[in-house]
């Protein structure tokens, strides 16, 4: 006899709106910032500093932030290994659970 797989997403989904629902960004409500990140030597992106006038760090928008910085360094040319840059924009959350940053990334110059 196997080991029975049991999902516990729907409970993981409760957990979290209990936990961190006061920080969830607002339906339908635009949110204007900044975001500067990283892609690493390494691959990896980083986020060094992120403010959104109004919203405060979340699950939801971890991952959202998350998806958006990943998709823009994997749209890079592979040439490109290491960068900082900055989104100035806008965030929005749809009821649907969708989201959309609206604005522009720029390179960041480290080198002096």
């Known amino acids: 006899m196997g ?4 999902d516990y997403s ?3 989904a409760i ?3 209990k936990t961190f629902g006061h920080l969830a960004p607002k339906p339908q409500t635009e949110y204007k910032g900044f975001i ?3 892609l690493t030597c390494f691959g990896d992106t980083c ?3 992120f403010i959104f006038d109004g919203l405060e760090a979340s699950p939801w ?3 959202d932030i998350i998806e958006y910085i990943g998709d823009y360094t994997d749209s890079l040319p592979k ?3 290491f960068g900082v840059y900055r989104f100035d924009g806008t965030y929005i959350k749809f009821k649907n659970g969708n989201y959309k940053f609206k604005g522009k990334v720029s390179e960041i110059s480290c080198v002096g």
Do not use: C, G, M
Request: negative net charge; aromatic residues 14%; proline residues 5%.
């Open 47 to 49: 986020i060094i500093e």
């Open 61 to 63: 928008f971890n991952t």
């Open 79 to 81: 040439e490109k290994d």
């Open 10 to 12: 729907p409970y993981k």
């Open 15 to 17: 957990a979290q709106a």
């Open 36 to 38: 500067l990140f990283t």
């Open 3 to 6: 080991l029975q797989h049991v």
